[in-house]
Nanobody, 123 residues
Framework: QVQLVESGGGLVQAGGSLRLSCAAS????????MGWFRRAPGKEREFVGV???????YYADSVKGRFTISRDNAKSMVYLQMNGLKPEDTAVYYC?????????????????WGQGTQVTVSS
């Protein structure tokens, strides 16, 4: 079992920044590949990005160049730094653990999920 808790969401104006945090417990964090998803109102969950155990990252085109994922294995934390926020980034953001070797875009390939944190970007 892995427990994930996101924090750091809030209301920000377009062009602003937020950093989301995800605290993990229950398993050796350094062995976990970690992803971020988001769900906007009325839409399906959308892949945002992933960070593998070695630190390599991969992002959806919609956030590439604006969002950065990092991890601190000593603290069992993963972060999502969001810059240049746009109203269309408004969503509930979730962190999740990726099944080893799985395709990153599909929510069904993620085992454990946090409860989500709301990000609202005003225009």
């Amino acid at each position: 079992q892995v427990q994930l808790v996101e924090s750091g969401g809030g209301l920000v104006q377009a062009g602003g920044s937020l950093r989301l945090s995800c605290a993990a417990s229950g398993r050796t964090f350094s062995f976990l590949d970690m992803g971020w998803f988001r769900r906007a109102p009325g839409k399906e969950r959308e892949f945002v990005g992933v960070i593998w155990t070695g630190g390599r990252t991969y992002y959806a085109d919609s956030v590439k160049g604006r969002f950065t994922i990092s991890r601190d294995n000593a603290k069992s934390m993963v972060y999502l730094q969001m810059n240049g926020l746009k109203p269309e980034d408004t969503a509930v953001y979730y962190c999740a653990t990726l099944e080893a070797g799985s395709m990153v875009w599909y929510p069904s390939n993620y085992d454990y999920w946090g409860q989500g944190t709301q990000v609202t970007v005003s225009s």
